[in-house]
């Protein structure tokens, strides 16, 4: 697997795990009351399913539009480097 599409991969990965999470947790505290009972339900799941799949389903849309190691629809020029961001984070300057 080439180094872009591992990360492609990754990234996908994480914002599909993430995106899962949000709307399960969601569904919970929103129909059951955030209850232990109401915790395993399959509203639940079928939401977070659904959350899943839309974030996988953006991601390859994504590899189209945006950089195609990432599964951000952003163009690789939004995204700078990791070195330009943690100076950036610090207080340096970009130029």
């Known amino acids: 697997m ?7 991969a990754l990234d996908t990965a994480e914002r599909a ?5 949000q709307a399960y947790l969601a569904v919970w505290v929103a ?3 955030a209850t232990y009972n109401t915790l395993f ?3 639940n799941v079928q ?3 659904v959350g899943l799949a839309l974030a996988v389903a953006v991601a390859v849309g994504a590899k189209q539009i945006g950089a195609s190691d990432s599964a951000s629809l952003l163009p690789a020029t939004v995204d700078p480097p990791k070195a330009e961001r943690k ?5 340096g ?3």
């Open 31 to 33: 129909v059951g009351g």
């Open 87 to 91: 100076r950036d984070a610090i207080g």
């Open 17 to 21: 795990a993430m995106t899962f999470a």
């Open 47 to 49: 939401a977070g399913v």
């Open 93 to 95: 300057s970009s130029k």
């Open 41 to 43: 339900t399959v509203n």
């Open 2 to 8: 080439s180094p872009s599409l591992r990360r492609w």
